[in-house]
């Protein structure tokens, strides 16, 4: 009996990313689905790697959050209608919030492994056009007619159909187990870790501040594509202040005291989609492309939200994803020259940095952290942010064109966190 032999474990390049700008739902991208965006974003990827050739990269993965049923084969169709050669294969992934990074951890491993050579990962996500559902009684009277042998039966169960049953099913930004929003449950882990409105919005304008200096120089001209009229990130405010910021009325976390989240330091509803090319050091080699670095750890975390410790909030995986995987790695958090954090909510990033230094680990210089500016700035289309921040990050770790180490956290919905290391040697 023959047995596979253990492959080395070869290190995965990021070689660059694309993505449309980042919109405001029911904006520019209003009538704009998620295979139309992600079609664009992987076009844009195609277009500055030259990746038109016949098998120039071996896999494509992809996911969307939000995903009417014409999208089962979201990364496939995707590929059969951008300039990728249309016999690589694709497949689908999801995992909330954190589904465009785990979709470059999957296309990573298999190159890690030798079985693949090159791949593209990413995500995209709309909020405008978000699917409707048929109203649950409905669907079950019309279950009842195709299942019905005679047409009098058929006609019966037709009948009993009411206008209250017309009323679609219209997806909401909740938990299943609570019923509570993730902006009502990170205004309890707001509470919980007693962060300060103040402390919010003093993170939520220095991502926008920071947003705005990283267009002004230039760094997105290679990562972001123009589409749909819009050349920049639609919810980038370049004039935010903390002043500014501050008379903004709270929306979550109302009904109790001392509201501090408001729509300026949270996330708004966001459509948008984001790619990162992956390959071994030897296809870019042949290539002639330099890594912009390397992916070299990555750990998934969950916590239990709904009966666990009152801390263990919705968001708050990652404060065990992180120090689970720097001690595998033997790593040191003082040891990363960047940190990036996915900004779901100002008030998330704070007790999740708080937790970090509950745990053990030392404080994050915050002229480290997201220095790009993130999510509050650029906005969030679910899917496409992990890819987002990894294309980013690779490319601040290349432009200081010195050894360096950057750290990637993404909180997501299910209470679940997706954390990864990038180097750049």
Known sequence: MSTLEPAAV????????????F??????????????????????????YGLERPGSVDEFVAGAVLKHSRDFNLARETVLGSRLDART?????????????????????KIALGQTEAAVAGGSDTASDA??????????????ARRATSLGARLKALAKVRPGHLVPDVPRNAEP???LSMGEHAAVTARTWGVTREAQDELAATSHQRLAAAYERGFFQDLVVPFRGLARDQNLRPGSTVEKLATLKPVFGVDGPEPTMTAGNSTPLTD?????????????????LEPLAYLTAYETAAVDFVHGDVADGLLMAPAYAVPRML?????????????EVHEAF????????????????????????????????????????????????????????????????VCAAGGQGVTAVLERP
């Open 23 to 48: 919109a405001r739902s029911d904006g520019p991208y209003a009538t704009a689905s998620n295979q139309e965006m992600l079609t664009a974003a992987l076009d844009g990827l195609v277009d500055r």
């Open 131 to 144: 699917p409707l559902g048929v109203n649950d009684d409905l669907r079950k009277l019309l279950l009842e």
């Open 327 to 339: 001690e595998r790695a033997g790593l040191g958090l003082d040891g990363f020259d960047l940190v």
């Open 346 to 409: 100002a008030s998330q990033v704070l007790a999740t940095l708080a937790a970090w230094e509950k745990r053990g680990l030392p404080p994050v210089d915050r002229a480290r952290l997201n220095v790009a500016g993130s999510s509050l700035a650029t906005g969030h289309p679910f899917a496409a942010t992990g890819a987002r921040i990894v294309a980013t990050l690779a490319k601040l770790l290349a432009e200081r064109d010195a050894p360096g180490r950057g750290l990637i956290s």
């Open 177 to 179: 187990r609570t019923g």
């Open 10 to 21: 070869r290190r995965v390049a990021v070689i660059g990313g694309s993505r449309v700008p």
């Open 272 to 288: 948008g989609a984001a790619v990162v090319l992956l390959a071994s050091e030897e296809w870019a080699e042949e290539r002639g």
């Open 89 to 109: 294969p694709a497949y689908d992934i999801q995992q909330a919030c954190g589904t465009g990074l785990q979709a470059v951890v999957a296309a990573a491993n």
